[in-house]
């Protein structure tokens, strides 16, 4: 009997080593796909300095005539005021005490191509010439867009953010340094004076990932078509992911965008881009089926898929807004306002297909109908207070949340009072 029971014990202490190596073994594969993800997110060019540095020979105005390149370079200043950012943690304790101190020459080309020499500069990766004398090529990576700094050690300068919106980054600015943009002329069917205006009116924080698939530069009113650089974090369990989000998931616009807007080596797939009446540049360039080999993007995707959804919203900071309003905006939130019958808790977005028509929500379709689905996503609002430079809504049409709540409640005809408006702000800073 009891060797029996000795047996039975110790097959059971056998079985959960097993089981319990095995929750090892998968956690420790799960960390390595994070530490994978977030290296791509962060590092990973793609491939696409065949394209930014080979093609637009952005590297050369950045580096200048003094140091092989053309026109007078770009120093770190210039860099700072079209919203690149640097990684504090990529730089040596002295240059971070310099720069503290106030110490480093903000107007020198020198220090600017030393930043990207340490891989300091967010999203932009330099390649150097045999022997380090100058660049040879340059490419950005996903977090150019997607990420920011804390400005913990200066303006511009500190902890990185993944996840994050750069709302500061001028992305029509810094295209427009390149010496050669007759790429864009190429695929757009216009010529360099268009490209360059519809660059411009970008302006900080926004992009435009559907130029390059219809042509449409400006909206019917002149302004600019392009949309608000949008956050990463906070997706996992979000069904659709961009301002019109019938385009598809995360893997989807990760390839996308990846592949057509970054310019990456890779493979991209959507039939529905072969529509010459709806996307006649994207139809005629066959950005429909874009091959590369090797492909340098679609192993990548699941590591990266995995960081992204790891991103978690972050907290607003202490004193940011005020507890009691935003506890009764919750109520309201859920009862009279009626905001929870689309932003559903804790997702605060639906569960399922989470889009609606222009007229549900009260706007014009002009961005809605440059997508598959003609409809307009139910956007997250955890974390909104962190991407709230530019306003809200896809093109930032509202400057502040009060705008958008005075919006809803009239669209709706709620009846809200001004105080109740107020807490409902309140409550939406809260998330």
Not at 218 to 231: G, K, N, S, Y
């Amino acid at each position: 009997m009891h060797t029996r029971f000795g047996v039975w014990v110790a097959r059971l202490g056998f079985g959960l080593c097993c089981l319990f190596a095995s929750v090892g073994a998968a956690h420790d594969v799960e960390r390595e796909q994070l530490r994978e993800g977030q290296r791509i997110f962060r590092f990973d060019t793609f491939g696409d300095e065949v394209f930014w540095g080979d093609a637009l020979r952005l590297h050369e105005a950045i580096e200048g005539a003094a140091f092989g390149g053309v026109g007078d370079g770009l120093t770190p200043r210039q860099a700072l005021a079209v919203g690149l950012k640097v990684d504090a943690a990529a730089l040596p304790k002295r240059l971070r005490r310099e720069l503290a101190r106030g110490k480093v020459d903000l107007d020198d080309v020198g220090v600017t191509l030393a930043l990207l020499r340490l891989d300091a500069v967010v999203g932009v990766k330099a390649f150097q010439q045999p022997g380090g004398a100058g660049l040879r090529s340059i490419g950005i990576q996903c977090a150019l867009c997607h990420s920011t700094v804390d400005d913990s050690l200066a303006p511009g300068v500190g902890r990185r953010l993944d996840g994050w919106a750069n709302r500061d980054l001028n992305v029509g600015a810094v295209i427009s340094l390149a010496p050669n943009l007759q790429p864009f002329v190429d695929l757009l069917g216009v010529d360099e004076a268009t490209v360059r205006r519809v660059l411009a009116a970008w302006g900080p924080g926004k992009f435009d990932a559907l130029l390059s698939l219809d042509g449409k530069g400006f909206r019917p009113d002149d302004e600019t078509a392009a949309t608000l650089i949008p956050p990463a974090f906070g997706l996992a369990g979000v069904n659709l992911h961009t301002w019109t989000g019938a385009w598809g998931g995360i893997p989807y616009w990760n390839a996308f965008v990846a592949v057509l807007e970054m310019h990456g080596q890779g493979t991209f797939e959507d039939a529905r881009l072969n529509d010459p009446a709806r996307f006649p540049v994207a139809a005629r360039a066959g950005l429909y089926s874009v091959r590369h080999e090797p492909d340098l993007v679609t192993p990548k995707l699941p590591a990266l898929h995995a960081y992204q959804l790891s991103l978690e919203p972050p907290s607003p900071p202490r004193g940011s807004f005020d507890a009691a309003a935003a506890s009764r905006g919750k109520a309201l939130f859920s009862g009279t306002a009626e905001c929870s019958g689309c932003h559903v808790p804790p997702l605060y977005t639906e569960p399922g297909w989470n889009l609606h028509t222009p007229e549900a929500i009260g706007i014009d379709s002009f961005q809605a109908d440059r997508s598959p689905d003609g409809r307009y996503r139910t956007a997250p609002l955890r974390g909104l207070w962190s991407h709230a430079k530019g306003g809200f809504y896809h093109d930032g049409r509202f400057a502040t949340l009060l705008d958008v709540v005075a919006h809803y409640d009239a669209n709706f005809s709620l009846g809200l009072s001004a105080a109740e408006m107020n807490d409902l702000v309140e409550f939406l800073k809260s998330l």
